[in-house]
């Protein structure tokens, strides 16, 4: 049973910085898309980043493109999210997801296609 558990997230004034990580077991494929959805106050679910186990190939939402660096841990359990330069808008709760067949993440976010959840953490940009 794939399991997720991701870090606090926080509070950070506009330009700020902040990481989440997300430790991630619980199963047996060595290629997977893993990556980040986010969900804004009354809106819906977006993608932020992804990034393939098999080959280390990322992609971005425009919106974060610059700013937001997708990596994984030297022991390959940990993915991580790296938030530079933050906006307001970038105030969300945030998912990290597993995605065995690439149908979630696979070089485009489709939220409704995803199985394997976070339980989601909030981060809160003040100005």
């Known amino acids: 049973q794939v399991q997720l558990e991701e870090s606090e997230g926080g509070s950070v004034q506009v330009g700020g910085s902040l990481r989440l990580s997300c430790r991630v077991s619980g199963f047996p494929w060595s290629s997977v898309w893993m990556g980040w959805f986010r969900q804004p106050p009354g809106r819906e679910r977006e993608g932020v980043a992804a990034?393939?186990?098999?080959?280390?190939?990322?992609f971005y939402a425009d919106s974060v493109k610059g700013r937001f660096s997708i990596s994984l841990n030297d022991l390959r359990n940990t993915l991580l999210l790296q938030m530079d330069s933050l906006k307001a808008d970038d105030s969300a709760v945030y998912y990290c997801?597993?995605?065995?067949?690439?149908?979630?993440?696979?070089?485009?976010?489709?939220?409704?296609?995803?199985?394997?959840w976070g339980q989601g953490t909030q981060v809160t940009v003040s100005s």
């Open positions: 997801v597993v995605d065995r067949t690439g149908d979630c993440l696979g070089w485009e976010f489709r939220a409704d296609r995803c199985d394997n």
């Open positions: 990034l393939f186990t098999g080959d280390g190939a990322t």
